[in-house]
């Protein structure tokens, strides 16, 4: 009999799990609280409980080629960073494609996920779930948890002092829905994340006056990057990858600094992190600094006290008039439904083996997915997770002992640089890569470049020398598609395709010919050299 699987969630981790599960034989059962797939992707106009809340605007912060299901490219004509509505549109393509729906249990909540008594030889859960009212519980040999970290909002009011005198209004980023609550106010946003810069930039469209908060700062990126190619494409290859691990740090922070300020020079606009490495992870906006520039959003340092109509920010006496505060200070994580001797979180860190299975159980039979933050994109992350998950349940990939499991656990919680628990706040750059080239080992299902070199050079060098996207985590192994090495080659023209909606011709460059006969004659010199010898 198939072993059956559990999913809690129907959002992007949760699909590519039901996915990989039929891929492996084994039997999926999806829980999604909601009425509809998607997860965070699905805007809504009001905060529901339980499930991540997005303001209208939301553009993915990664690539559709960085960003896609690894056998699964966005169509061609879909904007190279993605809108949250296009977004949703490409989980449904992909859950009709794979035929994925009919395995979720929509409006189906879980309320709790236990052992069973004879856990220790089974391994198996009872899931208990809340359906129209109505109590369930059901055994399963699996519990794949896709809940996704964006559903508990952080709001530290402690650290302001007299917030409570405050007389407008205050809230948390997950309820911002649209800009025209901004209009003609006077708005601090604290928090300098994605949602902070994004909200503030917007607000500073409609509203009086704009302040943006930020303790530590941060790099700013734009998704154009140079020449206009995605950001991201640009930075995230495996040849970097190489070359930033062989370097010295300081060295590489230099030249990563350098790199950052080409745009604007960060301690000119207030916004030099702190924390100045190259590990933390920049914002993506692609308007703040002409917002700066001109006055619409003012950068100040943080609250040092809030008053009834207004705030002062340390190291300026002077009293800011505010009508509207919001809170883009995060997220924190927890499970209800498991209980503390199966995921324990302590100071936002949890002791997962991999990021994914608790290090501590006698039976592996719980994964964690798309907890982890790296700073590649959530999609590829999240569904290599999947992958290597499931064929843990199954049985055909093997964990250490729990004993060597927390060990490793605990050495990386020490070592708060490389090591991060459950979520990292701080990633290396290049922990994208390493992390999934870590599990594609497990699976047996990493390419090898130096026979590819030989076989296949053209696809070799693009692997190496061109952007990291999913379908390399496909070319070989368990889970290979076809389609991968025509998806890794034709990249670029699905991305400029986007892009070029109005066909033009350059105009012939004078230098062209001459270029040609230049590269022809050195040839013919390098030839004859070869000859002479
Ligand atoms: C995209 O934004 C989310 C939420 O702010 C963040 O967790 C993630 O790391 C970001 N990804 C990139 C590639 O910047
Ligand atoms: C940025 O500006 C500061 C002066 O405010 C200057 O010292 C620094 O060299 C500049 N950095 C770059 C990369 O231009």
Known sequence: MAKRVAIVGAGVCGLASIKCCLEEGLEPTCFERSDDLGGLWRFTEHVEEGRASLYKSVISNSSKEMSCYSDFPFPEDCP???????????????????????????????????????????????VVTLREGK??????????????????????????????????????????????????????????????TDIAVEASHVAEKVFLSTTG????????WDAGYPSDMVMQTRFENMFINCLPTPIV?????????????????????????WLREPVLNDELPGRIITG?????????????????????????????????????????????????????????????????????????????DSLG?????????????????????????PSVMIEEVNAKKENKHSGFGLRYRKVLQTGYIAYVDELLTYMNAKPNLFSM???????????FFGPCTPYQFRLTGPGKWEGARNAILTQWDRTIKATKTRTVEE????????????????????IFLIYCK
């Open 453 to 463: 070199l030989l076989t296949d050079p053209r696809l070799a060098l693009t692997v």
């Open 296 to 372: 619409k959003v003012i950068i100040k340092p943080s609250v040092k006290e809030v008053k009834e109509n207004s705030i002062i920010f340390n190291n300026t006496p002077k009293e800011e008039p505010i009508d509207i505060i919001v809170f883009a200070t995060g997220y924190t994580f927890a499970f209800p439904f498991l209980d503390e001797t199966v995921v324990k979180v302590e100071d936002g860190q949890a002791s997962l083996y991999k990021y994914i299975f608790p290090a501590h159980l006698q039976k592996s039979t719980l994964a964690i997915i798309g907890l982890i």
């Open 135 to 196: 109590r369930e519980s059901a055994i399963f040999d699996g519990v794949m948890v896709c809940i996704g970290f964006l559903t508990n909002p952080f709001l530290p009011l402690d650290s302001f002092p007299g917030i409570n005198t405050f007389k407008g209004q205050y809230f948390h980023s997950r309820q911002y829905k649209h800009p025209d609550i901004f209009k003609d106010k006077k708005v601090l946003v604290i928090g300098m994340g994605n949602s902070g």
């Open 217 to 224: 700062g941060s790099w700013v990126v734009s998704r154009v």
């Open 80 to 126: 190279s960073y993605v809108p949250n509505s296009r977004f949703l549109e490409y989980l449904k393509m992909y859950a009709n494609r794979f035929n994925l729906l009919k395995w979720i249990q929509f409006k189906t909540k879980v309320c709790s996920v236990t052992k069973r008594p004879d856990f220790a030889v089974t391994g198996q859960w009872e």
């Open 377 to 401: 994109s959530r999609i590829p992350t999240g569904e290599i997770q999947a992958r290597w998950a499931v064929r843990v349940l199954k049985g055909v990939n093997k964990l250490p002992p």
């Open 507 to 526: 105009p012939p460059s004078p230098f062209a010919s001459l270029l040609k006969l230049f590269s022809f004659l050195a040839l013919l010199v390098a």
């Open 253 to 277: 922070n230099w030249l990563m600094a350098k790199r950052m300020n080409r745009w604007f020079n960060h301690t000119n606009y207030g916004l030099v992190p702190k924390d100045r490495t």
